[in-house]
């Protein structure tokens, strides 16, 4: 008996062993087979490139100028003093857009604003530009002021005016859809953002347009900024500003909206018109107002004249706190156009006002930021003084710039060096093309005259839709 324990210990061990050894084999050949390639199927899906229909291209007009109160029964009633001159046009071979007019909560004989519709061609969109322009001298409203039709926009934003002593300023919403428009309004002041219950849940009906009192909205505010968000449809939205001391009206714009809050904006084309004064330069000073949409921040503010690369002025640099708006001096500058560009490490949204003085016959204007034009686009003229183009390379390459007028007849070539600007005269009442070719610019038009001052950013065609791709 003495002979088999030890056997068959020799044997479990035996066992063992060569279990361990299996073991480890199959390990390996999993792990072997794990790292080595399988042969696989692939099933590619059927695809096809297709390109979504092109949408119409919609503007619509800021329309005539309105007095507020000019009833002494009715101190809040709206009328219109005088009406919009249109300049309105497409390329040539295009066919026209169909113009109608919205109507509008302001007691008048007169029909609303205009909206223009080009419907697409051959799957591709339709460019249309349209500006409008107005002169006016009455009690309460006195100057010349002229604004660019523009697209609807679900948010936009409102830099310029005043709701203190003075002012007679109006927030006008217009809804150029086919359906209802839900819009919201919300100020931001020296107490930071308010949503005013006069501003909250408004409901604008398809094709027409509603008029606010600022003052309605944000009483005594002497820097306000608007935001304006719509549910349902897209909508266009302006500002009216007035001004009158000791009863005498001195001047009147219409301010175009800001589709987007950056880190960077472009006044262009600011156009110092008043008379030289001491040391040459003008008379009233230029006002940077500027807010820090969503965050505190800190910008940077760089005033260039046309023509030059180096700064007119040291730049300022400006601490800003969410949601208040700041006003920075500018400084007096002498007659000329400038380029105000303002620089901050979270989205801003800016606009400058310029005066040609503060007296009876003066008038004031807000010049509006400037979004980058990287497509052939189209900008009308209006009625009114000379207009002069002025165009921003902030780039680090020159560019080539043509201008030419939507007939054909009129055409020009800008060399704009990289970091600098240019500006040129063009004929009024004329629309026009600019292609920047394969570089990206910035570009405004303003004009000024006796008793005169106006300018409104231009805007890029809106891009044509890019291909999706369909799995059937």
Request: charged share 15%.
């Amino acid at each position: 008996m003495s002979d088999r324990r030890p056997f068959r210990l020799a044997t479990s061990s035996t066992r063992m062993l060569a279990g361990t050894l299996v073991s480890m084999a199959a390990v390996v050949a999993v792990v072997t087979a794990i790292s080595l390639p399988w042969p696989t199927l692939a099933h590619e899906p059927v695809q096809v490139e297709a390109l979504p229909a092109a949408s119409d291209s919609v503007l619509v007009c800021d329309g005539g100028l309105v007095s507020i109160g000019v009833d002494a029964a009715d101190a809040s009633g709206l009328a219109l003093s005088a009406t919009q001159s249109v300049t309105s046009g497409v390329l040539a071979g295009s066919p026209e857009p169909v113009e109608e007019s919205l109507q509008s909560n302001v007691s008048s004989g007169e029909n609303g604003p205009l909206a223009f519709t080009a419907e697409p061609q051959n799957r591709v969109r339709t460019d249309v530009a349209a500006s409008g322009s107005t002169t006016v001298a009455t009690e309460d409203l006195s100057g010349y002021t002229a604004s660019a039709c523009q697209p609807a926009l679900l948010e936009s934003w409102l830099v310029g005016g005043s709701a203190s002593t003075g002012a007679a300023d109006l927030v006008v919403v217009s809804n150029p859809g086919d359906v209802a428009a839900t819009v919201e309004l919300t100020v931001f002041g020296a107490d930071g953002m308010i949503t005013p219950p006069g501003g909250t849940d408004q409901v604008l009906p398809a094709k027409t347009q509603r008029v606010f009192p600022l003052a309605g909205l944000l009483l005594g505010e002497e820097s306000p900024v608007v935001r304006v968000t719509a549910v349902g449809t897209p909508v266009h939205a302006s500002l009216q500003t007035s001004l009158t001391r000791t009863l005498v009206a001195v001047g009147v714009d219409q301010v175009g909206s800001i589709a987007q809050a950056a880190t960077q904006q472009h006044i262009v084309g600011v156009q110092v018109a008043a008379a030289p004064g001491e040391g040459g330069t003008s008379g009233s000073s230029s006002i940077l107002r500027v807010l820090a949409a969503s965050d505190s921040a800190t910008a940077t503010v760089t005033v260039t004249q046309s023509g030059a690369i180096d700064p007119y002025s040291e730049a300022q640099t400006v601490p800003l706190s969410e949601g208040v708006p700041v006003e920075v001096d500018l400084g007096d500058l002498a007659v000329g156009t400038y380029s105000v560009a303002v620089a901050a490490d979270a989205p801003v949204v800016a606009a400058v006002r310029q005066a040609t003085g503060e007296d009876e016959g003066d008038d004031f204007a807000w010049y509006a930021s400037a979004p980058l034009i990287e497509t052939p686009s189209l900008f009308a003229a209006p009625t009114g003084p000379t207009p002069v183009l002025t165009l921003v390379n902030d780039a680090a390459e020159d560019a080539t710039v043509s201008v030419g007028s939507n007939d054909g007849e009129f055409r020009l070539e800008l060399a704009v060096p990289a970091g600098s600007s240019r500006s040129t005269s063009l004929e009024a009442r004329t629309v026009y093309q600019l292609d920047p070719g394969e570089a990206s610019v910035r570009a405004g038009l303003s004009m000024s005259g006796d008793g005169a001052l106006a300018g409104f950013p231009i805007w890029a065609a809106d891009a044509a839709a890019l291909p999706i791709t369909v799995y059937p």
